[in-house]
């Protein structure tokens, strides 16, 4: 059996996957860690207006890093992915924390501004302790 030296020989680097190939891969990254940032701060429901504009930037560079990937510029789809999707859920619950809470003030805002009247005119601790039974019991209702 007689075989050739090309057959032998072995395949040359420039054969590879990634053959001169400079992938650019900063937006799939950025939206990954753009996305678990969004997420953490949706969850620490005080930084909701954080997340809701970090939601939609990595909603944004999840959605550039998917179309690079599927160009064959870069090859982390899965993380331009991931950032996209955590970055969506981040964007819902901060739309959803703006809502209760705007909601929320909205339904109280006579509670809130007679509990205003009522610290204001309270001169003794124990009247302010009194104003805020009041109104943690107008809450509660």
């Known amino acids: 059996m007689s ?7 072995p395949p040359s680097p420039a054969s ?10 900063g937006m799939g990254t950025t939206a990954l860690v753009v996305g678990v940032v969004a997420l953490v701060l949706a969850v620490l429901l005080i930084f909701f207006p954080i997340a809701f504009i970090l ?4 909603v944004i560079f999840g959605f550039v890093g998917i179309r690079r990937a599927d160009r064959g510029q870069a090859n982390n789809r899965g993380h331009a992915l991931a950032g996209l999707v955590c970055g969506a859920v981040a964007f819902v619950l ?9 909601t929320f003030i909205n339904d109280h805002t006579g509670d809130f501004r007679d509990f205003w009247t009522c610290i204001t005119s309270a001169p003794t601790e124990s009247e302010q302790q ?3 039974e009041s109104l943690a019991r107008r809450l509660d209702a």
């Open 94 to 102: 901060a739309v959803s924390i703006a809502i209760r809470l705007g």
């Open 3 to 9: 075989s050739t030296a090309e057959e032998q020989s």
């Open 130 to 132: 009194a104003c805020g």
């Open 55 to 58: 939601g939609i930037l990595a």
């Open 16 to 25: 590879g996957p990634v053959a001169g190939i400079s992938y650019r891969n």
